[in-house]
């Protein structure tokens, strides 16, 4: 029941979670998960949305088990503690962490771990530790048929709301050669194998040098998007991984090239942003509908309900995480998450109360009733509304149009020559796969 619950207050926070390469996983476990770490307490809640056979455990930082209420959650959903060094003065002994995992996959519960050791608020992967090889290597010594399936998360945007992500599962890791290299040479063999799991990793997780590579990344697909018919998270990330592997294939040889792409898209995001200021987008490109516009004014005053009810913790979490505490990017969904595990229920019990006080039980049962409803309702009405819900096309969206045509020209002549400058730079790479 509380996974259920936890799955869904997950699907809530994100718009779209989409799981790439279920035929990857194994019929059955134990499996040893390893994935990327860059979300913090929001990463091992989506690999609940991975098959349930798995019983997956996920091992997580001792300190979080010594906070009120998640140290309760975390042992309710059997997470399995680890003190890290970083965590403790001296000397850590892992003796014991070990042996519980190795008691885990012998019961045949599966086990997340993340080896880059902790989550932070950057757009590439850090180095992995050898925890999980480790692990691998006991399992084995205890005759345990364990495989390491590595899985790439990849958030579009992981501390906003209602943003998609997708998460990636790699094919299980060939780690037979590893067995036997162990026996010779055991400390060569944990490396080696750390170091699989981490190409694995990187092939199945988008990446950038920095936050600036990667808004220039984000840009050059938005671009790309203008013309194409899907825009879904799942295929912008193709497209994004494409661009990644090849501006790194190209960075030596073509940098001059690749600079000059850089100087085009920070012109073009000045110009975007310009044009978006004066003129912001709206919804006079959609397709008229009498119905569509009869549903948006009908579905307008519920939805104002709903909004007004739930504006006090949506104003006060977003408060909270952004202004008071100020979390980091790698911690700000999860605190999203947990304080409005609390604040939402308490807001609903106050407006109960209050509408009780005053109208009495004819009033309260029904907003206890359908206050959860209400508020799923207000949230997807508001996406449909952004996405062209109104379906009409006012006089003055059209005098904007007008206006706004030679900004859109030079719009699309950047993107034109942005495109071009692309297209000579894969004409590069294919020439140095040909070579």
């Given at each position: 029941?509380?996974?259920?619950?936890?799955?869904?207050?997950?699907?809530?926070?994100?718009?779209?979670?989409?799981?790439?390469?279920?035929d990857?996983?194994?019929?059955?476990?134990?499996?040893?998960?390893?994935?990327?770490?860059?979300?913090?307490?929001?990463?091992?809640?989506?690999?609940?949305?991975?098959?349930?056979?798995?019983?997956?455990?996920?091992?997580?930082?001792?300190?979080?088990?010594?906070?009120?209420?998640?140290?309760?959650?975390?042992?309710?959903?059997?997470?399995?503690?680890?003190?890290?060094?970083?965590?403790?003065?001296?000397?850590?002994?892992?003796?014991?962490?070990?042996?519980?995992?190795?008691?885990?996959?012998?019961?045949?519960?599966?086990?997340?771990?993340?080896?880059?050791?902790?989550?932070?608020?950057?757009?590439?992967?850090?180095?992995?530790?050898?925890?999980?090889?480790?692990?691998?290597?006991?399992?084995?010594?205890?005759?345990?048929?364990?495989?390491?399936?590595?899985?790439?998360?990849?958030?579009?945007?992981?501390?906003?709301?209602?943003?998609?992500?997708?998460?990636?599962?790699?094919?299980?890791?060939?780690?037979?050669?590893?067995?036997?290299?162990r026996?010779s040479?055991?400390?060569?063999?944990?490396?080696?194998?750390?170091?699989?799991?981490?190409?694995?990793?990187?092939?199945?997780?988008?990446?950038?040098?920095?936050?600036?590579?990667?808004?220039?990344?984000?840009?050059?697909?938005?671009?790309?998007?203008?013309?194409?018919?899907?825009?879904?998270?799942p295929?912008?990330?193709?497209?994004?991984?494409?661009?990644?592997?090849?501006?790194n294939?190209?960075?030596?040889?073509?940098?001059?090239?690749?600079?000059?792409?850089?100087?085009?898209l920070?012109?073009?995001?000045?110009?975007?942003?310009?044009?978006?200021?004066?003129?912001?987008?709206s919804?006079s490109?959609?397709?008229?509908?009498?119905?569509?516009?009869?549903?948006?004014?009908?579905?307008?005053?519920?939805?104002?309900?709903?909004?007004?009810?739930?504006?006090?913790?949506?104003?006060?979490?977003?408060?909270?995480?952004?202004?008071?505490?100020?979390?980091?990017?790698?911690?700000?969904?999860?605190?999203?998450?947990?304080y409005?595990?609390?604040?939402?229920?308490?807001?609903?019990?106050?407006?109960?109360?209050?509408?009780?006080?005053?109208?009495?039980?004819?009033?309260?049962?029904?907003?206890?009733?359908?206050?959860?409803?209400?508020?799923?309702?207000?949230?997807?009405?508001?996406?449909?509304?952004?996405?062209?819900?109104?379906?009409?096309?006012?006089p003055?969206?059209?005098?904007?149009?007008?206006?706004?045509?030679?900004?859109?020209?030079?719009?699309?002549?950047?993107?034109?020559?942005?495109?071009?400058?692309?297209?000579?730079?894969?004409?590069?790479?294919?020439?140095?796969?040909?070579?």
């Amino acid at each position: 029941m509380l996974l259920k619950f936890l799955r869904l207050i997950v699907l809530t926070f994100f718009r779209e979670i989409v799981i790439k390469g279920q035929d990857h996983l194994p019929q059955s476990g134990p499996v040893i998960f390893t994935s990327n770490h860059p979300n913090a307490l929001i990463d091992p809640l989506l690999l609940l949305y991975l098959p349930p056979q798995y019983r997956i455990r996920f091992v997580a930082k001792a300190p979080l088990f010594k906070i009120p209420l998640l140290g309760w959650l975390m042992r309710r959903i059997g997470a399995i503690p680890v003190m890290r060094r970083l965590d403790v003065k001296g000397n850590v002994d892992y003796e014991t962490f070990f042996a519980s995992c190795v008691d885990t996959l012998a019961a045949g519960d599966s086990i997340a771990i993340f080896p880059e050791g902790r989550s932070l608020p950057q757009p590439y992967m850090t180095s992995l530790r050898t925890g999980a090889a480790r692990l691998f290597f006991f399992a084995c010594e205890k005759d345990l048929d364990v495989k390491i399936v590595p899985v790439g998360l990849n958030y579009e945007r992981g501390s906003v709301f209602r943003t998609p992500v997708v998460v990636s599962v790699a094919p299980p890791l060939d780690t037979s050669a590893y067995v036997e290299k162990r026996e010779s040479n055991p400390n060569n063999a944990v490396r080696e194998l750390t170091d699989e799991i981490s190409q694995a990793l990187n092939q199945h997780v988008f990446q950038a040098g920095d936050f600036r590579d990667r808004d220039l990344f984000m840009l050059l697909d938005r671009i790309y998007r203008l013309e194409q018919i899907d825009d879904s998270w799942p295929e912008r990330l193709t497209r994004l991984k494409k661009f990644e592997s090849g501006l790194n294939t190209l960075r030596d040889s073509c940098s001059p090239e690749i600079d000059r792409l850089r100087r085009m898209l920070s012109k073009y995001e000045i110009l975007s942003l310009t044009a978006e200021k004066k003129h912001p987008p709206s919804c006079s490109d959609t397709p008229r509908s009498t119905r569509r516009f009869l549903v948006a004014l009908g579905g307008l005053p519920i939805a104002a309900l709903g909004a007004l009810l739930n504006i006090i913790p949506y104003k006060v979490c977003g408060l909270l995480v952004n202004s008071i505490r100020k979390y980091n990017e790698a911690e700000a969904a999860t605190y999203k998450v947990v304080y409005s595990i609390f604040l939402y229920p308490l807001a609903f019990i106050g407006e109960g109360l209050l509408i009780h006080w005053w109208l009495g039980w004819p009033a309260s049962i029904p907003f206890a009733i359908g206050i959860i409803p209400l508020s799923y309702f207000t949230l997807f009405f508001f996406e449909w509304l952004s996405k062209g819900g109104w379906g009409i096309s006012t006089p003055i969206k059209r005098i904007e149009k007008i206006h706004s045509y030679q900004i859109s020209k030079r719009l699309h002549n950047e993107r034109r020559r942005i495109q071009d400058q692309v297209d000579s730079l894969a004409n590069r790479l294919d020439a140095l796969d040909r070579g």
